[in-house]
Structure formats: structure tokens, C-alpha cells
Nanobody, 127 residues
Framework: QVQLVESGGGLVQPGGSLRLSCAAS????????IGWFRHAPTKEREAVSY????????YYADSVKGRFTISRDNAKSTVYLNMSSLKPEDTAVYSC????????????????????WGPGTQVTVSS
């Protein structure tokens, strides 16, 4: 069955950079669009970014625009989230999710639209 596993999380200082990876198995990655979400303690889950199956569409939360970049390497069955200029408020568990369908500027933030989820990777931004 479809499986997603995140990696690349860790402890970084404010202003630092980190690249998260979402490795897919059990399906052909180019048949799926991928979203990144994060969940910080005491906060609700937040949609961070989205990339369509053909790279034609990307979305970012306002809080990360200009700092985060989503990309995909279908040959490696991996989607990346490159994070720079990290802030303490970026601290959260980051999860990736897959959907067979194209989502729009509203629905990409809706978790129920995604079919499969990874377990998440912890990102901590602190001095």
C-alpha cells in the first residue's frame, strides 16, 4: 500500500536552513500531488505547502512564502521541502501527505482531501 516517510528534521538555530524529504513507496509518485503540513504544540495543524503531480502548481502558506521551497524528484520518489531563514515559530512536527487529485487554492489546505500520510519529522528552531 501507499507509504510516506519523512526525514531531515532536527535542531537548527534561528536563521538557519533545513531540507525535509518525503520518500514515497507503494505507488508512482508522479501520479500524486503532495502536501506538507505541520503541527506545533498547542496549535492546530497548518498546511505549509503543496505541489501538483506535474509541477505546474505550487502553494505556500503566507507564513512561509519566500522562505520555504517545495520540489519533487520523481526518479527518487521523493518530495522535498527546503526551509531557510527559519524562525522559532516554525518549530513543529512536519508531515507529508499524498492525493490522487488536483487540489485548488482552497482545498489544498484541507487534510481530508489527502489519502495517505507520513508519521512526521520533528523540526525545532532554537538558540
Amino acid at each position: 500500500q501507499v507509504q510516506l516517510v519523512e526525514s531531515g528534521g532536527g535542531l537548527v538555530q534561528p536563521g538557519g536552513s533545513l531540507r525535509l524529504s518525503c520518500a514515497a513507496s507503494g505507488f508512482t509518485l508522479n501520479d500524486y500531488a503532495i502536501g506538507w503540513f505541520r503541527h506545533a504544540p498547542t496549535k492546530e495543524r497548518e498546511a505549509v505547502s503543496y505541489i501538483s503531480k506535474d509541477n505546474s502548481t505550487v502553494y505556500y502558506a503566507d507564513s512561509v512564502k519566500g522562505r520555504f521551497t517545495i520540489s519533487r524528484d520523481n526518479a527518487k520518489s521523493t518530495v522535498y521541502l527546503n526551509m531557510s531563514s527559519l524562525k522559532p515559530e516554525d518549530t513543529a512536527v512536519y508531515s507529508c501527505a499524498a492525493t490522487r487529485f488536483s487540489l485548488n487554492w482552497v482545498t489544498w489546505t484541507w487534510p481530508l482531501r489527502y489519502d495517505s500520510w507520513g508519521p512526521g519529522t520533528q523540526v525545532t528552531v532554537s538558540s
